[in-house]
């Protein structure tokens, strides 16, 4: 059972380090965004988003060995883990929200029409049948407002998070201190 300090002093790391996984996201997706143009930084960008669970991880170990003294279970590792997505999926949909209200202006979606649009993507479509879907694909992108890119960015994180948070945990988790040399 968690003490009220204790609860304070796990959402205080949470938030901190959602800031930090926050960051990380922002450059990704501004690695992402520029990475439509130029592949290098679109590979630049998976990487980053694969390392997500890794960087969550160091961040649990952090707290475990400052903020714990080099314990913690899986349940407390797990709370840690859905706040950190939480605190960084608010912060990560605050960007993408002012991103695609107020500096997009359409780019990536232009970006992907032309992409469909091309010559080579056409045949391709028109190969599997899909032409029609690719059409109503970029019509329904063009519909979307912003708060629904971050709502939806949003929810996938929180999500992720959970989901994420039982590796994480299991992986962490230590009851017992280990002995510094």
């Known amino acids: 059972m968690m003490t009220p300090a204790e609860y304070v002093q796990l959402k205080a790391f949470a938030r901190q380090d959602g800031a930090l996984l926050a960051l990380l996201w922002v450059v990704t997706f501004i690695l992402y965004i520029i990475g439509v143009s130029n592949q290098m930084l679109g590979l630049a960008a998976v990487m980053l988003m694969l390392y997500t ?5 160091e961040r649990l170990g952090k707290f475990r060995d400052y903020g714990r003294e080099g314990l ?17 999926g608010i912060l990560f949909a605050i ?4 991103y695609f209200a107020y500096i ?3 780019f990536l979606l232009s970006h992907f029409s032309k992409m469909i ?8 479509l028109k190969q599997y049948g899909m032409t029609q879907m690719a059409d109503e694909s970029l019509q329904e992108m063009a519909s979307i407002r912003p708060i629904d890119y971050a709502l939806n960015m949003l929810t996938i994180n929180i999500v992720l998070g959970f989901v994420l948070g039982v590796p994480i945990s299991l992986v962490k988790q230590r009851s017992v201190k280990v002995k510094s040399e």
């Not at 960007?95 to 002012?98: E, I, K, N, R, T």
């Not at 649009?117 to 391709?124: D, F, K, L």
């Open 53 to 57: 669970p890794f960087f969550v991880g």
């Open 72 to 88: 913690i279970s899986f349940r407390r590792g797990y709370a840690y883990t859905v706040f950190v997505f939480f605190y960084g």
């Open 95 to 98: 960007v993408q929200y002012l």
């Open 104 to 106: 997009d202006n359409g």
């Open 117 to 124: 649009t091309s010559e080579e993507a056409q045949q391709v």
